[in-house]
């Protein structure tokens, strides 16, 4: 019998101190014990991102060189959680743009780069899901790398297209997303969303890239339009494992 699949999410937030650090820990090791095939997708550690990007801001205009230096944050957490869990007795391996077996391929925009679809579904199934078998993958968020071999970022907050990426190419069954809050509320009434569908999702949060700064956006846009055949779970560590995060079913596979 097939185990499940789960992609977890690693917000920022959610791993900002040691303290919470352990705390992933110990939940992608309780879903993994559980018998499920784990992939962990991890944003920077902290305001990482946002600190660098007022630093560089202040010094220059945006250029390729900003997607190397804010690609750091996520590309440094990935090797220090797939390191927190090793030393707890797991297998596990990060995956990183420089080397040959990446998967996440985009065009050459910088900033705002888009994944070619089609490069990462052949590439993760050839790369990536084989060491599902084995181990505990730690993938970077928000980063790629074009098909001239560039480092590219794919805008604010795009650590969730990574994860429905891979999510979809890889047929998991749930995507697990941690966030610093229990559930989405909203944007209008402030009350907690307990279930939603995902077209429904769509038609409540406007879906405009350029908008994504505000704070009601709770998946990064194009993330969103990926979540058909899947169970995504937005909350925090306890919500998602008392059930009273946000379930958000993106119907039949």
């Given at each position: 019998m097939e185990k499940k699949r789960k992609v977890i999410k690693l917000g920022g937030k959610s791993v900002a101190t040691p303290a919470l650090l352990e705390q992933a820990k110990n939940f992608v090791l309780k879903e993994y014990s559980a018998g499920y095939e784990i992939l962990v997708v991890i944003s920077a550690i902290g305001n990482f991102t946002n600190q660098t990007t007022s630093i560089i801001k202040a010094f220059s205009?945006?250029?390729e060189e900003w997607d190397?230096?804010?690609?750091?944050g996520e590309r440094s957490a990935a090797p220090i959680f797939s390191l927190i869990l090793k030393n707890s007795g797991v297998k596990s391996r990060f995956f990183d743009p420089s080397m040959q077996d990446w998967f996440v391929i985009t065009?050459?925009?910088?900033?705002?780069?888009?994944?070619?679809?089609?490069?990462?579904e052949r590439l993760s199934k050839k790369h990536l899901e084989p060491y599902l078998k084995t181990g505990i993958p730690v993938i970077p968020g928000y980063?790629?790398?074009s098909k001239s071999g560039r480092i590219r970022v794919m805008g604010r907050n795009s650590?969730?297209?990574?994860?429905?990426?891979?999510?979809?190419?890889?047929?998991?069954d749930e995507v697990l997303k941690i966030t610093d809050v229990p559930c989405l509320y909203n944007p209008s009434t402030?009350?907690?969303?307990?279930?939603?569908?995902?077209?429904?999702?769509?038609?409540?949060?406007?879906?405009?890239?350029e908008g994504y700064d505000k704070p009601d956006y709770p998946i990064f846009p194009q993330?969103?339009?990926?979540?058909?055949?899947?169970?995504?779970?937005?909350?925090?560590?306890?919500?998602?494992?008392n059930n009273s995060a946000t379930v958000i079913n993106g119907g039949n596979k």
């Open positions: 205009k945006p250029s190397y230096i804010l690609s750091m065009d050459e925009n910088a900033g705002d780069a888009k994944p070619i679809m089609e490069e990462c980063v790629g790398k650590s969730d297209l990574t994860a429905m990426v891979v999510a979809k190419f890889l047929n998991a402030k009350a907690p969303i307990k279930e939603i569908a995902a077209d429904e999702l769509m038609k409540i949060f406007d879906k405009r890239h993330a969103l339009e990926l979540i058909n055949g899947m169970v995504v779970k937005v909350g925090t560590y306890e919500s998602i494992q």
